[in-house]
């Protein structure tokens, strides 16, 4: 295996300095090159024969981007102009004003239709490639924006600079949501998780971070290397975190927070890097107009080897402990740490802080914000870093019944064969609520085959228990096949589409099923998208008011979560939806429809808790 770091190949570039360098994401087959020549040059990994030359710009490129689908390049130059090509045909197809001064960072938004651009100014715009014009300034950095990256879903946007914070912006609301500031230096590089709620920082004081996004703290720090950070990049499946630096790769745990693996190289100059879709790592390097391009195979470091990690040499990682004094080094582990369940993809994301904007466009200082009034239970016992608001407690008991007639689901593969059904005999409870024991499958009337009358003898037990059997055995079928098919769209990894069709069916006790197989499985956190929350709200109603204690407390739970996480979206998208200029065109209706409809539907769920 190659552990060492391959030179794929070494040619001259530009007749002056090089003074940017971009890797394209989706094939991570092609980088572009920007010089003090004013050219932005396309090449191919592994050629040194250049694919295209892009001119255009009247002063050095010093910042450049592809889009998602490599189809465009934005680059910015020391005046502070921007220009866009199309690399289909190879021409200008947009020329923008730019900034004040030198363009430090560019980066696409996911769609394509918009990109952002920091400046020596300090500013960040976010600009329409459509309308040609800047639709958003945002302001808050006290020197150079570095690195720009928006979130994979493209409702974020963060910048961070060389005053050693990264900022992170909301599109939607058009403001600050939170200033990331662990660093003593430099923030150069930027990362999310392909898979998880996390997002990573590099820096030039020689650490890098790992942070909740869904809380926004710090949950992994390393200790200070011998060099500064240049660039960190997730494996595509987000197995581990690699960083880059003058003196080498290593590849980072978080939870256990831990150094899996370390390359020594000596490489200067570097300017981008970043793990390709087949598994190597490319660094991009820069002296003067001559650029060296070398590759790792990083299936031959851990934990991508399935090895264990180096036995001593890299330091751990540290656990970032909020308010503590100091932080304490994992002692590092002498195998690959168990794989985890997935966090919370970053689609449905708490903004836990809002600032106030100066004047339109223009964030300034952040203000606590308030919560919707919708009423939720809490559960019991609350995951750390996730407080909640203790109402109605008894709701939310864990407790699972272990009698209910249910289809076990196995999210990880194929629903289980039908149980079979437990009848009791036990009367009723006199407040009209139904026990756990006596839960029951949707539209199933217990009344119709148990009877509580005392029989001669067995024959009429079961002439008795036979009433009505063709009735549960049709729920049960239909509801069987309702949870065959929700399981079968989780398992391929369509999450919203397998509620979607439980919504579809109206089969409560199949919702309740999942629900209830999503907590167990530790993978609830996938139920956080807007889109699952606008369609399984009225059902949480229902569950609310079908006076059964199981499906009480799966609904009860169920809204708390969704509420927790989407308290402060809702209300910032009702707030902002009427004031012009604030927000962006794209699926900004869409999210205020269903933003509208989630609304109603909690206040419905508040008025039905109480």
Request: net charge negative; proline share 8%; glycine share 6%.
């Amino acid at each position: 295996a190659m552990r060492r770091p391959a030179k794929l190949n070494e040619f001259v570039a530009h007749t002056a300095p090089i003074r940017c360098i971009a890797l394209g994401r989706r094939s991570g087959q092609v980088f572009a090159t920007g010089g003090e020549d004013c050219k932005v040059n396309v090449w191919a990994l592994g050629k040194a024969n250049a694919l295209m030359s892009l001119s255009g710009h009247s002063s050095a490129v010093t910042a450049c981007s592809f889009d998602e689908g490599e189809d465009f390049i934005v680059a910015g130059s020391e005046g502070g102009s921007l220009k866009v090509w199309d690399l289909q045909q190879a021409k200008t197809a947009r020329s923008l004003p730019g900034h004040r001064t030198r363009i430090s960072a560019v980066s696409f938004h996911p769609y394509g239709e918009f990109f952002a651009s920091g400046s020596a100014d300090t500013n960040l715009k976010v600009w329409d490639v459509r309308r040609k014009g800047c639709i958003h300034t945002y302001k808050g950095h006290s020197a150079d924006i570095l690195s720009i990256r928006f979130s994979p879903d493209g409702r974020w946007v963060v910048s961070a600079g060389r005053d050693g914070v990264a900022r992170l912006w909301d599109l939607t609301a058009g403001r600050l949501l939170h200033e990331f500031d662990a660093h003593g230096g430099p923030v150069t590089s930027i990362d999310f998780h392909p898979n998880e709620f996390l997002m990573a920082t590099g820096s030039s004081d020689r650490t890098v971070c790992v942070w909740d996004l869904e809380n926004f703290s710090c949950i992994a720090s390393s200790h200070p290397e011998t060099a500064p950070v240049d660039a960190i990049s997730f494996t595509p499946e987000g197995e581990c975190l690699a960083s880059v630096s003058q003196d080498g790769l290593r590849t980072w745990g978080w939870e256990p927070a831990r150094c899996f693996d370390h390359v020594e190289w000596d490489l200067t100059g570097v300017r981008d890097a970043r793990v390709n879709p087949d598994g190597r790592m490319v660094v991009c390097c820069a002296e003067r107009s001559v650029v060296s391009v070398h590759v790792v195979n990083m299936k031959s470091l851990a934990p991508l080897s399935g090895e264990p990690g180096a036995p001593a040499t890299p330091p751990a990682l540290a656990v970032a402990r909020p308010n503590a004094a100091e932080e304490t080094p994992i002692v590092q582990a002498q195998a690959t740490p168990p794989v985890r369940a997935p966090r919370t993809p970053v689609r449905a994301a708490p903004p836990q802080r809002a600032a106030t904007p100066e004047q339109q466009h223009v964030v300034e200082e952040p203000s606590p914000a308030k919560p919707l009034p919708v009423s939720a239970p809490a559960a019991p016992s609350p995951a750390p870093r996730k407080p909640a608001t203790p109402v109605r407690a008894a709701m939310m008991s864990p407790v699972r019944d272990e009698h209910r007639a249910e289809v076990p689901v196995n999210f990880s593969g194929q629903p289980t064969s039908s149980p079979a059904l437990a009848l009791h005999a036990e009367p009723p409870r006199s407040d009209g609520v139904i026990p756990s024991s006596f839960d029951r499958p949707q539209d199933l009337q217990p009344e119709r085959f148990r009877s509580h009358r005392e029989f001669r003898d067995e024959n009429e037990l079961l002439a008795a228990l036979q009433e009505g059997s063709g009735k549960v055995e049709g729920v049960m079928s239909q509801r069987s096949a309702n949870l065959a098919g929700a399981a079968s769209l989780w398992a391929s990894g369509n999450v919203k589409a397998s509620f979607e069709a439980v919504a579809r069916s109206g089969d409560l006790w199949a919702l309740v099923d999942i629900l209830q197989a999503a907590k167990a499985s530790g993978t609830d956190k996938d139920i956080l998208h807007i889109d699952i929350v606008t369609c399984t709200l009225p059902m949480l109603k229902l569950c609310l008011e079908s006076g059964s204690e199981d499906a009480m407390r799966c609904g009860a739970w169920a809204a708390t979560h969704m509420l927790r996480h989407f308290d402060s979206l809702i209300r910032e998208t009702l707030k902002f939806r009427n004031e012009p200029g604030l927000k962006l065109e794209f699926a900004f209706e869409d999210r205020v429809r269903k933003c509208l409809s989630c609304y109603h539907d909690l206040v419905a769920l508040r008025d039905a808790a109480e």
